[in-house]
């Protein structure tokens, strides 16, 4: 499968999220020879969970997988920039790379805001690939929050 | 209870984490009452999860015990600084008070590293009160890594 493919997987449970009335994020965990170890949404909201981001869902679920807290040569894909939380996770997971596809200029912890992976704090980097099917990721959460502000309240 | 009674039960979470061979870090979260809501220990090697942080497990529990996502009034005492991962999900949780032991300069985030809670793209800042039993949370990692290293390896 190629990243795009597993990206468009990652979208899909961004769309299964906000079929749920959750902010549409979706993640995709990969290991090393391509299996896909995780596939998670955001679901804070119907777990009242605030750390229940896909992100974090898929790295706790694939770590489960493994029996191991560190996900080497593990790679996340995600379709939008994460947080200072999740990038944090990412961090500590080791992962080694980390696809996204929206950037988030207010929320986004990697190219924007604090841009983590470039502080010398920073104890793990992945390489960081993004922009990838960026139309599609962007276009999830713009249609999630149009359609709410058109609801009766 | 006072602030470090709080703190003491989070030293001794810290302590039967070292116990286990987990670094030591201990965290308590209170609520609007004073009520213990969560008592938590790192547990990062025995759930092969690297996400469960002290505050992240007590975070969790916390909200599953309250049924909601955001800790409104709600107080965290921790024996570390939080590092980026657990100031993230602290904001998100929109806690009120955040009471840390010994400061962190390599791995912390709130007043070292990328000091998140001053940042503009922070959506919620917890009011913080740093170094509150500071001396003898930071024995509590000086003496963990000092018998760590004297082992037979």
């Known amino acids: 499968m190629s990243d795009t493919d597993y990206m468009q997987m990652a979208i899909e449970q961004a769309q299964a999220a906000a079929q ?3 902010v549409p994020v979706g993640a995709v965990l990969v290991g090393p020879n391509g299996e896909v170890l995780a596939r998670a949404q955001n679901q804070m909201r119907r777990q009242n969970d605030p750390t229940a ?4 869902v898929a790295i706790r679920e ?4 493994l029996g191991n807290s560190r996900l080497i040569d593990c790679d996340l894909y995600v379709t939008l920039e994460p947080c200072p939380m999740c990038a944090g996770a990412i961090a500590h997971a080791r992962l080694r790379r980390l696809y996204y596809g929206a950037g988030d200029s207010k929320g986004g912890a990697v190219d924007n805001g ?3 992976f470039a502080q010398s704090t920073c104890h793990h980097a992945p390489e960081v690939i993004g922009g990838l099917r ?3 990721c962007a276009d999830l959460l713009t249609d999630f929050f149009a359609l709410r502000r058109n609801e009766p309240s």
């Open 20 to 22: 749920q009335g959750e």
């Open 53 to 56: 981001h896909a992100e974090i």
């Open 62 to 65: 694939a770590c489960a997988k």
């Open 114 to 116: 604090v841009a983590l």
């Open 134 to 136: 960026e139309g599609a």
